[in-house]
């Protein structure tokens, strides 16, 4: 029955997208029921602060306000829903926001299908992708992430109607025109990742070009050329890693793998760029690209034009987003250091990861189903690779043409998302810090499908081993099972695994209100010390008030996770004493302090002057 729907082509699709918007509908009902709406964290509360400016000022900019510097129209769309609904901001970010989930999941089952224009493995894939963690946790909260997703998904199933459905170029920029106003407001969303984005573009013009010249039986670069450039390469990284920095010392497995990726990256850098040159320099001829592969020339053509926008949204709509520039700077700044600087401790964002969560590399083991959807992924890129090399002389597409993009799509993700690891392993906690949480979704979108092409080829062949067939349909479901439980942990930061707690109680949202109600204003102007609250051993509380009271009043109540600050105040819960039991932090003495607020589950204590740190 199985293999039945699988290879039914002509099914309806109308069951299999009912079965994937069922399935994001019971995610999104789990991470509302699970703290019942009551979920904060670090972006979502300052996304939050930005939103409610532009909706108290009308203005995209508010002169000194929070604003979201890599664009405006998640808070646009927002304070747009705040109007037509009735409701305040923060209870649109709150419920009305993780439903748009439901839109993201049918636009990806649209375009799978039309890769796979098979409902089944569409609805295979889309599944899929609403299991890694990743995807779950930025996709339902209250962030930009969402939309980013939903119009990467539009811009690709535009591009790939325009190659498959029609050969006439007028036709072609019809929907160039469509693609570039959806590349125009995901610039407007996030004009990172819609940079990031023409650069995977450009990328996969590249892979796709070569494909073509592989498909026709042409030699790319002739392996003397190859083995040259091999040579050069490791010459390059022993003189720059080696002999720039000769005191390297090895300690631990930890430096050792740190080194290892160091000299793995150098090498991997110079051999892939002196490989691009030589091949270029052998005959690369413009005619002769565009005649062998005219989608390839079609994506290059669509993505040089596309970095007119991220201009347009940087320099002339919208000037906060020129702080991308320097991000971008520093990110190259960091790369390079940490390929040519000595070899050190691993230390600061890694760390936080590591530390957020109760069993040791716990998030490595959250990890385990994205290492088998990407390496499920390469081994279904190498079949295609096998099969396009079989194909009829002079045909880049022996398979079906959705299948194709997977092809091209896959490698460029999979480059960028190397480089923000490399970013990462800087140690960096900064404002562009663990991109990978940011770029794995994005090379999900495309190691899904890959990854379950994979699967299908792997259980086509098995189908004539009855016994092992079976066995491996029940390792399959249990394995789904399994992943959809790891995703939901990783996913909600489920607070039995994780430290990094998200959530807050009524009560606490209670206390923080009547913080917010009864002290002083004060104005940063005149140089009044502003109170201290002390609220538990991270800034959970912190992000509760950030995100529920900041935009209402400028009554300033900070929070600090610190027992050496000179806090006013004391804010005590049993959430708070079981945090900090899990940090192995000692709560602060409150035999001194008195109580001033108390509603049987949280007491708020003020400490006198001479009793403060």
């Not at 927002?78 to 609904?85: G, I, K, P, R, S």
């Not at 590591?354 to 390496?375: E, G, H, K, M, Q």
Request: net charge positive; proline share 5%; with cysteine.
């Amino acid at each position: 029955m199985m293999n039945q729907a699988i290879n039914k082509k002509t099914s309806s699709a109308l069951p299999a997208l009912l079965f994937v918007i069922g399935f994001r509908i019971l995610i999104i009902l789990y991470w509302l029921a699970r703290y019942g709406g009551n979920w904060s964290e670090d972006d979502a509360a300052r996304t939050t602060s930005t939103i409610d400016a532009v909706f108290t000022t009308g203005q995209l900019v508010p002169k000194e306000s929070a604003l979201y510097p890599n664009g405006f129209l998640y808070q646009v769309l927002v304070t747009v829903l705040a109007q037509f609904t009735g409701l305040s901001v923060v209870d649109v970010q709150r419920w009305v926001v993780p439903i748009m989930g439901i839109t993201l999941t049918i636009v990806g089952f649209v375009f799978y299908l039309h890769i796979f224009r098979n409902p089944v493995l569409a609805a295979i894939t889309t599944t899929a992708l609403n299991l890694q963690g990743d995807f779950i946790y930025t996709t339902l909260r209250s962030s930009h992430e969402k939309v980013d997703f939903l119009l990467i998904f539009v811009s690709l199933l535009v591009l790939m109607i325009s190659v498959q459905w029609f050969e006439s170029w007028r036709q072609r920029v019809a929907l160039a025109g469509v693609y570039y106003l959806v590349i125009l407001a995901e610039n407007t969303n996030n004009v990172f990742f819609a940079s990031t984005f023409t650069v995977t573009l450009i990328l996969s013009f590249l892979f796709w070009y070569g494909l073509t010249r592989y498909a026709d039986r042409k030699v790319i670069v002739g392996w003397g050329w190859v083995i040259g450039v091999a040579v050069f390469a490791l010459l390059v990284t022993f003189i720059v890693v080696v002999l720039t920095y000769p005191n390297d010392t090895v300690t631990t497995f930890d430096t050792l793998v740190r080194l290892l990726v160091r000299w793995a990256s150098v090498f991997f850098a110079c051999f892939i760029a002196s490989l691009l040159i030589v091949f270029f320099a052998q005959g690369l001829r413009w005619r002769e690209t565009m005649k062998e592969a005219s989608g390839a020339s079609w994506l290059l053509y669509v993505a040089i034009v596309s970095i007119v926008f991220v201009f347009i949204v940087i320099f002339v709509w919208y000037p906060p987003a020129r702080g991308v520039v320097n991000v971008t700077g520093d990110l190259t700044e960091r790369i390079r250091l940490f390929l040519v600087s000595p070899i050190s401790e691993p230390s600061g964002l890694l760390q936080v990861v590591s530390a957020a969560w109760v069993f040791p590399n716990a998030w490595l083991w959250l990890r385990i189903y994205d290492i088998l959807i990407l390496l499920m992924a390469m081994a279904g890129w190498l079949h295609m690779i096998l099969r396009l090399r079989q194909a009829p002389r002079g045909s880049i597409l022996p398979m079906d043409k959705g299948t194709s993009w997977l092809l091209v799509l896959l490698p460029a993700f999979a480059f960028q998302n190397f480089i923000f690891v490399l970013s990462d392993l800087t140690g960096s906690i900064s404002e562009i810090n663990n991109l990978q949480i940011r770029l794995i979704p994005f090379t999900a979108l495309v190691a899904a499908p890959v990854a379950v092409y994979a699967l299908m080829r792997f259980l086509r062949w098995l189908r004539a081993r009855v016994r092992f067939y079976r066995l491996v349909s029940v390792g399959l479901v249990i394995g789904a099972m399994l992943a959809l439980a790891m995703g939901l942990i990783k996913g909600t930061s489920e607070p039995l695994l994780s430290n990094n707690w998200s959530f807050y109680t009524p009560a606490e949202f209670a206390g923080v209100a009547w913080f917010n109600q009864t002290m002083p204003q004060f104005d940063f102007g005149v140089g009044r010390r502003t109170p201290l609250v002390w609220a538990g051993p991270d800034f959970r509380i912190g992000r509760l008030w950030r995100e529920q009271f900041l935009g209402s009043s400028r009554n300033i109540v900070p929070i600090t996770s610190s027992l050496d600050a000179s806090y006013t105040y004391i804010l005590v819960s049993p959430t708070v004493r079981i945090l900090s039991e899990r940090y192995s932090q000692p709560m602060p003495d409150l035999r001194g302090p008195d109580v001033i607020y108390d509603n049987d589950t949280v007491q708020i204590y003020y400490q006198p002057p001479e009793n403060r740190p």
